[in-house]
C-alpha cells in the first residue's frame, strides 16, 4: 500500500504529465473501492497535504508571530514565495 500510495500521490499531482495523471485518477477509483478507509486517509494526509521546506517554516513561525514578511526580505525566491502563499491561500 505504502508504494501504491507513493505512485499515485506522484502521478495524480497537478504537475504529472496529463495522460499519467488520467491512469493515476482511474487507479485512485479502484482504491477507495478496495480499501475506502486507506483511500481517505490517504486523501487526507498525502493528497490534501501540504510540505512547506524548513525556511518557509520560519517564515510562516514569523508571520504568526505578527511579523510583517515580504518575499524580498524573505530569502525564498519568487516561485517559492508564490507557493508558499497559494499553499496559504493568499
Request: net charge positive; glycine share 6%; proline share 1%.
Amino acid at each position: 500500500m505504502h508504494n501504491l500510495f507513493h505512485f499515485l500521490r506522484l502521478r495524480a499531482d497537478a504537475h504529472a504529465q496529463y495522460e499519467i495523471r488520467v491512469y493515476a485518477e482511474a487507479m485512485l477509483d479502484m482504491v477507495q473501492a478496495w480499501v475506502p478507509l486507506s483511500y481517505k486517509a490517504f486523501c487526507d494526509y498525502r493528497l490534501g497535504a501540504v510540505t512547506f521546506s524548513a525556511k518557509m517554516m520560519e517564515i510562516l513561525r514569523r508571520m504568526l508571530a505578527g511579523e510583517a514578511v515580504e518575499q524580498a526580505g524573505s530569502g525564498l525566491s519568487k516561485r517559492e514565495w508564490a507557493e508558499m502563499m497559494a499553499a496559504l491561500g493568499r
